[in-house]
């Protein structure tokens, strides 16, 4: 996930990280909120991403998403990062409307004190999230009304872990936390 304003690729897997693209998803209510998208906090504990050196990435599995907060718990790039990520804190908020669909909510700090805030709708089809983003603060780039699918997995302990593919930064899994974990 690699913003060119703010310097980070790895946290904020959803628009932060580039992962967006421009296709319209026609979202009439999607606003570009000055004040914010989420209501979440930040926990302000950051992350350093790291290198997985040579192992490949982890294959994603999909499985049964549970709703509840996240707060990113480590980003691992495969093999490396092609750009230079920094710390943030991330949380985030899974809402379910049915098993495959609901909403995400993020709130991503980073070492500077920049903040991003963003709201998506996401369905969930085998090892796939497509999320269609509604809101994010600020959105210097445009990207509202933008769509992206990342590979996820839930792990054994409901983790959320979700796979990017930035052209700019390669290839990052990160590791969501739930809450109280």
Do not use: K
Request: hydrophobic share 40%.
């Amino acid at each position: 996930m690699s913003s060119s304003r703010f310097g980070w690729a790895s946290a904020v897997v959803l628009a932060v990280t580039g992962c967006f693209h421009s296709a319209s998803v026609g979202d009439a209510g999607a606003t570009a909120d000055t004040a914010g998208c989420s209501t979440l906090a930040s926990s302000h504990i950051l992350v350093q991403p790291s290198a997985a050196g040579t192992a490949p990435p982890p294959a994603a599995t999909g499985g049964t998403l549970i709703a509840g907060n996240y707060h990113l718990a480590s980003t691992v790039y495969y093999p490396t990062a092609l750009c230079t990520p920094t710390e943030v804190s991330t949380n985030l908020r899974l809402t379910l409307v049915s098993p495959t669909s609901g909403t995400i909510e993020t709130i991503t700090i980073t070492a500077a004190g920049d903040v991003v805030s963003e709201a998506t709708r996401f369905t969930a089809a085998g090892t796939e999230l497509t999320l269609s983003l509604v809101c994010i603060s600020p959105d210097p780039s445009g990207l509202i009304r933008s769509i992206a699918v990342f590979a996820y997995t839930v792990g054994e302990a409901g983790e959320l872990l979700l796979t990017a593919s930035d052209p700019a930064c390669g290839t990052s899994v990160s590791t969501y936390a739930p809450d109280g974990a």
